[in-house]
């Protein structure tokens, strides 16, 4: 059951897990299964969104992201610091504090994704003057993409064919590292520091180019605020280069905000997002110019690898992105141009959990689906292992599980059987 295809970052350490259902019940994809008193994942339909990494009560699910010492596989080194990063410290009051910090770490050099979020607004755009996609859909968060790859195939000519801003990151930074001290590329390391399990699944997926890793901010906290207790005014060698635009991205609805159209909708919530896909599914979102769903709660702010309290770092964001206004003057702040290469390819489904690779054979066993799914009672209690009626069905056709997994079922088999224990001694 634990088959994977593609790379994951959310994994299950079974020696913690006591089988408590928390996580069967959360999971927005419906991917956790509970047999024998342990948790299993179904990676075919995991997008590594973490709510499981967040809820569990025991620590058995966790997100497996790179060390810092990692970096040191490469000779030359750069930083990729999400946004978000910024958000975990309450008393720095602006992100050069940040950057100089992670130059003490070991890194060569810092480039923000804040600055390619920049770019990647610029070609979004472009985008929504040329594409007659409606809504275009945001491609930023990697755990929304792979949910419309899984479960909203149809809705995939309308997410945005761009470069995700950590991507286009890790490209910039190579590309002017490369040129500015005269090293082939091959030699530069790119980390992305990450606030989800989601990004770093997309990085180790084999489809990320220019970014060779991710470190969770969780991870790195605790040196990051040593070297801040220690910092002078001397260290501080590196500026900000990004606009309050693209340090905005790490709240929900920072992409909306920097495309100027009213026609938005910002969904966070990898629950509420899925709820706004159905909606657009069906038709009822076409008068949309521009959808951003972000799966963590407030935006990637909010993202299970963050260290600081999603709604505190919210208002530390907050107070950052209006500090960065105040000190911008907008009639002189032009956008980035337009990047060509921020463009690629449009997006694929994904290979999912297949009832059989027979027509024929997949229509019998949706019918027998159908069948056992009506003789439930509906309750969705998950005491069967799996998180709903309809789920378990699935599973006793596909031979993961059985009728008697039921609780309810058992019951019934088991009154029957004792009322015929009765008649039988009657008879005696």
């Given at each position: ?145 792979a949910l419309i790859q899984v479960r909203f195939p149809e809705l995939l000519p309308n997410v945005a064919n761009v470069l995700s801003p950590k991507e286009l990151a890790g490209k910039m930074a190579k590309e002017e590292y490369s040129k500015k001290h005269g090293v082939p590329m091959e030699e530069i390391g790119a980390f992305f520091i990450t606030p989800c ?232």
């Amino acid at each position: 059951m634990d088959k994977q295809k593609i790379y994951h970052s959310v994994k299950l350490e079974k020696d913690k897990c006591v089988g408590c259902t928390t996580c069967l019940k959360r999971c927005p994809m419906e991917c956790i299964r509970v047999r024998n008193g342990k948790a299993s994942i179904l990676y075919e339909l995991c997008i590594d969104c973490g709510v499981c990494v967040r809820i569990c009560p025991y620590n058995a699910k966790v997100a497996q992201t790179d060390p810092i010492n990692a970096i040191f596989r490469y000779k030359h080194r750069i930083a990729l610091p999400a946004p978000t990063l910024y958000a975990q410290f309450r008393n720095v009051a602006s992100a050069d504090r940040v950057l100089n910090a992670l130059l003490a770490l070991g890194f060569n050099d810092v480039f923000e994704v804040a600055r390619a979020a920049d770019y990647v607004s610029a070609a979004v755009r472009k985008l929504l003057e040329t594409t007659t996609a409606r809504p275009l859909i945001s491609s930023a968060c990697p755990a929304v993409v792979a949910l419309i790859q899984v479960r909203f195939p149809e809705l995939l000519p309308n997410v945005a064919n761009v470069l995700s801003p950590k991507e286009l990151a890790g490209k910039m930074a190579k590309e002017e590292y490369s040129k500015k001290h005269g090293v082939p590329m091959e030699e530069i390391g790119a980390f992305f520091i990450t606030p989800c399990p989601a990004k770093m699944a997309s990085i180790h997926s084999g489809k990320s180019r220019y970014v060779d890793g991710a470190i969770a901010i969780q991870d790195i906290y605790g040196l990051l605020a040593s070297q801040l207790r220690q910092q002078t005014a001397e260290d501080l060698v590196k500026k900000p280069d990004a606009s309050w635009h693209g340090v905005n991205w790490a709240s929900g609805g920072g992409e909306c905000a920097s495309l100027n159209n009213s026609s938005t909708l910002s969904v966070d919530g990898i629950h509420n997002v899925i709820y706004a896909l159905e909606e657009i599914e069906n038709g009822k979102l076409d008068d949309l110019v521009f959808f951003e769903g972000s799966a963590c709660e407030g935006g990637c702010v909010g993202g299970p690898l963050t260290f600081e309290n999603a709604f505190v770092a919210q208002n530390t964001m907050r107070k950052l992105v209006e500090h960065m206004r105040e000190e911008t003057d907008e009639s002189a702040y032009e956008p980035p141009p337009v990047r060509e290469d921020v463009f690629k390819q449009p997006w694929e489904p994904r290979d999912t959990l297949k009832l059989s690779n027979d027509i024929s054979e997949a229509i019998a066993m949706m019918d027998r689906i159908d069948e056992l799914t009506k003789t439930f009672k509906g309750l969705d209690c998950g005491s069967c292992g799996s998180p709903t009626c309809r789920t378990l069905a699935e599973d006793i056709v596909l031979g993961y599980a059985k009728e008697m997994d039921c609780v309810f079922k058992l019951k019934e088999k088991v009154g029957q059987l004792a009322r015929q224990m009765a008649d039988l001694t009657n008879l005696r």
